[in-house]
Nanobody, 121 residues
Framework: QVQLVESGGGSVQPGGSLRLSCAVSGKIYNIVAVGWYRQVPGQERDFLGARTSGGGTNYAASVRNRFTIYIDQAEKTASLRMSNLRPEDTADYFC???????????????WGQGIQVTVTS
């Protein structure tokens, strides 16, 4: 069974940086794409950005030029690098990793459980 092992997160001061990671546990052929989202309790889950294995990226305007998504195929890990963090970036962050278990098979989405990020002075 394919699962995600999440790391990173925590508390940081405004202007600081954090790196969140979702490592794939289980046998896969490759990571096809990854999307990152965040959610404040009581509000909808917001799209932050996505990256494909081919290198294509798409970011929400609120995080463009501050957040960067990476895929490490060798380590089977998807990461979100966040810089110049603001108090309004405080939320639970979720990764959605599209994995292909075998060549030629369709990809499957695997979601993380959520990583808490707090930006406060």
């Amino acid at each position: 069974q394919v699962q995600l092992v999440e790391s990173g997160g925590g508390s940081v001061q405004p202007g600081g940086s954090l790196r969140l990671s979702c490592a794939v546990s289980g046998k896969i052929y490759n990571i096809v794409a990854v999307g990152w989202y965040r959610q404040v309790p009581g509000q909808e889950r917001d799209f932050l950005g996505a990256r494909t294995s081919g290198g294509g990226t798409n970011y929400a305007a609120s995080v463009r030029n501050r957040f960067t998504i990476y895929i490490d195929q060798a380590e089977k890990t998807a990461s979100l690098r966040m810089s110049n963090l603001r108090p309004e970036d405080t939320a639970d962050y979720f990764c959605d990793v599209g994995v292909r278990k075998k060549p030629g098979r369709p990809s499957e989405d695997v979601w993380g459980q959520g990583i808490q990020v707090t930006v406060t002075s």
